[in-house]
């Protein structure tokens, strides 16, 4: 592994974004170059709490610098698909706080963007549970009326997106093991509690 961090950049740090910057922020092997907020009292937390990271309004820099490898979306989701779209045309690698975008055709856009440019984008998924019967908990959640979504049928590695890449099932195991065992649960103000 090499000693350079990975250099980072997020996005938007308004409910969820603190939450992110903490955590990238406390990998070893990371650093949190920037976070642009155009919100002052975003940006004036940012660097109460996290000094090491610049706070910036626009987030022109972070495309333009070179050494950000990777992004983090944590914006109002109107705004995931112009955000990782420029992002992925700058060769970054882009983590969205979900959804990924608010349409299908967005969704499938940044894929082809990310193909093309041998990139990764993907969501984070934060109310995941693992379960040897999956299927069959969908279908019971069905029947009281609690939609739930398969966000990867299969893990990210075996994704037609990331052929090129010619991995195996045996370079990730666990994930390929796990893949018909996750389901991510609907949480959202106003769900009912039943």
């Not at 660097?47 to 610049?54: A, E, H, I």
């Not at 999956?134 to 979504?149: C, F, N, P, S, V």
Request: hydrophobic share 45%.
């Amino acid at each position: 592994m090499s000693s350079d961090p990975l250099v980072l950049a997020q996005i938007g740090c308004g409910y969820w974004g603190p939450n992110l910057l903490r955590n990238f922020s406390s990998l070893p092997h990371c650093e949190m170059r920037y976070v642009a907020d155009p919100c002052a009292e975003r940006r004036a937390f940012v660097q109460d709490n996290f000094p090491k990271t610049l706070a910036i309004e626009s987030p022109d820099v972070v495309f333009d610098d070179p050494d950000v490898a990777a992004m983090i979306v944590a914006t109002p989701a109107a705004r995931h698909f112009a955000v990782a779209k420029r992002a992925l045309e700058a060769g970054k690698h882009v983590l969205f706080e979900k959804p990924m975008a608010t349409n299908a055709s967005e969704v499938d856009e940044l894929a082809r963007c990310a193909e093309r440019g041998r990139l990764v984008v993907m969501a984070g998924h934060t109310y995941v549970i693992r379960t040897e019967s999956r299927d069959a908990l969908q279908a019971h959640l069905a029947e009281a009326g609690i939609a739930t979504l398969l966000n990867y049928p299969e893990a990210l590695p075996f994704y037609p997106a990331y052929a090129y890449l010619g991995h195996t099932l045996d370079d990730f195991p666990v994930a390929y093991r796990n893949q018909s065992r996750i389901l991510p649960l609907p949480l959202y103000p106003g769900m009912p509690l039943r």
